[in-house]
């Protein structure tokens, strides 16, 4: 998660969490990730190759204060972006989402970042308003 934190198209399309040690890292993670989870019984995933193994991203849901519904995000390293991770892992937690019965998900997309805009059309959602988180 560090790594996935200080990429600079992840700081640039998401935000800067000022995430910078590993220990910082894990604070997050059990104040932001792990409390989701006991929170509302669902967050984002660890994505990793098939072979190895290796930790390359995340993907999942996450509740914010402003939506009335869940949104899906993912953020993949660069060295595995168009290899297909980011749609494979999207779609398995869709498809968990619909198993959880919630019946709607939403996306939240900087219009700059093309590559997850594609990606969000890829996976059949559609377009819905515009607005600017606070």
Not at 42 to 60: L, Q, S, W
Not at 68 to 73: F, K, L, Q, S
Not at 76 to 81: G, I, K, T, Y
């Amino acid at each position: 998660m560090l790594a996935v934190w200080n990429d600079p198209d992840f700081v640039r399309h998401v935000g800067d969490r000022g995430i910078r040690t590993l220990d910082q890292a894990r604070g997050a993670l059990a104040s932001g990730i792990l409390a989701m989870y006991r929170d509302h019984g669902y967050g984002p995933y660890r994505v990793a190759t098939k072979e190895g193994d290796e930790p390359i991203g995340i993907c999942g849901l996450f509740l914010r204060d402003y939506l009335e519904d869940p949104d899906i995000g993912f953020a993949v390293l660069p060295a595995f972006w168009r290899k297909g991770y980011a749609f494979e892992a999207a779609l398995a937690v869709l498809d968990e989402a619909k198993t959880m019965g919630l019946d709607r998900v939403a996306a939240i997309v900087s219009p700059e970042n093309v590559s997850s805009i594609g990606l969000i059309e890829k996976l059949g959602l559609s377009l819905g308003e515009r607005m600017r988180p606070p």
